[in-house]
């Protein structure tokens, strides 16, 4: 497979940046292309970011609390720009407070994420889906 882009960022007022870049440096490891557009994204950057670049997947990070807000129309819009069968990840501290992982799970796939991660999650392992998951698009696509 070449090596596909990916679109990364931070989204909505979240300033978190370490986990940014650690992503930035371990994905581009593993040997995605990373367009990495930090903190602070509004879901229209990402989504540009990803039509320029032809990226295979964005990977949105939300780390203070209020990612549900966030990444509410995320998918709708992507839709909308015809990235009709991109890849949508989500991960970090989603919702404020400790709801349980599997119904941040649930309420962030009924918003059209294809997987969602706990901060705690291995890289590795999410690595493994992302490269599993872009090999099967391109399959269905072909
Ligand atoms: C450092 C820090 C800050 C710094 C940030 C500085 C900077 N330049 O980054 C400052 C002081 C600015 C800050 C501010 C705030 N913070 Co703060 N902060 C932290 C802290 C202590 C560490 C974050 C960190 O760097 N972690 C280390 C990195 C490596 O981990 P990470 O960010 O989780 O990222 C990893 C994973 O989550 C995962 N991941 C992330 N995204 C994705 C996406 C995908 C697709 C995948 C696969 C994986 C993945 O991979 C990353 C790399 O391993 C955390 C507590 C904590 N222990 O996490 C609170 C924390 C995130 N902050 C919190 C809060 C509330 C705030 C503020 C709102 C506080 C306030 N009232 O002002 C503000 C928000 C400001 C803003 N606009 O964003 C809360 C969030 C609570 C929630 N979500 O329920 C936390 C959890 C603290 C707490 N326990 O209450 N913060």
Redesign the pocket.
């Known amino acids: 497979m070449s090596d596909p882009a990916i679109v990364l960022g931070v989204i909505g ?7 940014n870049k ?2 930035d440096v371990f994905f581009s490891g593993e040997g995605f292309r990373v367009v990495n557009l930090g903190v602070m994204v509004s879901q229209l950057e990402f989504v540009d970011a990803a039509i320029e670049t032809d990226a295979a997947a964005i ?3 939300s ?3 209020h990612g549900e807000i966030d990444c509410q129309g995320l998918r709708d819009l992507c839709i909308e720009k015809g990235l009709d069968r991109i890849i949508l ?5 989603l ?3 400790k709801t349980p992982g599997a119904e941040v799970e649930e309420k962030f796939r009924a918003m059209g994420f294809d997987r969602v ?1 706990r ?1 705690d ?1 291995d ?1 590795k392992e ?1 690595a493994a889906l992302l490269r599993s998951d872009i090999e099967a698009r391109r399959a269905e696509a072909s």
């Open positions: 007022a979240d300033c978190h940046s370490v986990g650690i992503m990977l949105v990070s780390l203070y609390g990840y989500a991960g970090g501290n919702v404020v407070g991660f901060p999650v890289l999410a």
